[in-house]
């Protein structure tokens, strides 16, 4: 199982968090960051939502703002708990491997520990694309209909969010390798392949109107 200090990456400063990645240890890797960028992404659409909702005379849009804050707000939580998530899934793929196998019934099960595993370590960075992508739909109506003074905000939530959903799929890939589940694993990668398609159309329709915008 992780240990305490892995249940604390969403805690650390920007800086440690930087720099545990940075180190020789293998988690937090890429799905913790992926999850991550997606946080940071809604985190953009949350704050233009927050500066619409208090634009001088915009006051009858309060309410309009505020709800698109709310649900921000619920959607950064859960990636930002899926950070951590997929730390402990590779930690759990860890432990599996670790497990004795000196006759069949401990070959048998760590087997069977190795493959929940595994499909728990794609399960993660898949809700992460999943979450990543409904982040796409509040980055673009703060693009369209948000303070035209933090518009680029928007902008720059989109590039992460496609980011998180495109990381998040490389970790869906490599982890289905592992897996003997094949049915499993080809509705993960087809499934996956229309998030991610529909990720980058949702970046490219984005960009235009914060581009029309600030030309």
Same mark, same amino acid.
């Given at each position: 199982m992780a240990d305490e200090s892995d249940k604390k990456l969403v805690r650390m400063t920007v800086e440690d968090f930087a720099n545990e990645t940075a180190s020789e240890s293998p988690a937090p890797g890429g799905g913790s960051i992926s999850a991550a960028m997606g946080a940071l992404g809604i985190s953009l659409a949350t704050m233009v939502a927050n500066l619409s909702s208090h634009k001088p005379g915009w006051d009858e849009r309060w309410e309009e703002f505020s709800n698109w804050a709310e649900k921000g707000q619920a959607l950064k939580a859960e990636l930002l708990m899926l950070v951590d998530e997929d730390t402990r899934a590779f930690n759990l793929i860890m432990d599996a491997f670790s497990l004795p196998k000196g006759n069949d019934t401990e070959k048998a099960a760590r087997t069977h520990a190795i493959q929940e595993a595994t #499909? =728990? @370590? %794609?399960? !993660?960075? =898949? #809700? !992460?694309m999943q979450r990543s992508l409904d982040c796409m739909e509040i980055i673009k109506a703060m693009a369209e209909t948000g303070n035209p003074n933090s518009? &680029?905000?928007?902008? !720059?939530? @989109?590039l992460a969010a496609r980011s998180a959903v495109m990381g998040a799929f490389l970790n869906v890939? %490599?982890? @289905? $390798?592992? $897996?003997?589940?094949? &049915?499993f694993v080809e509705k993960m990668l087809n499934e996956g392949t229309h998030l991610q398609d529909k990720a980058m159309a949702m970046e490219t329709e984005i960009l235009a109107i914060v581009n029309s915008k600030i030309s």
């Open positions: #499909r =728990f @370590a %794609i399960e !993660v960075p =898949f #809700r !992460v518009v &680029t905000d928007a902008g !720059v939530g @989109a890939k %490599i982890n @289905a $390798l592992g $897996l003997h589940d094949k &049915t």
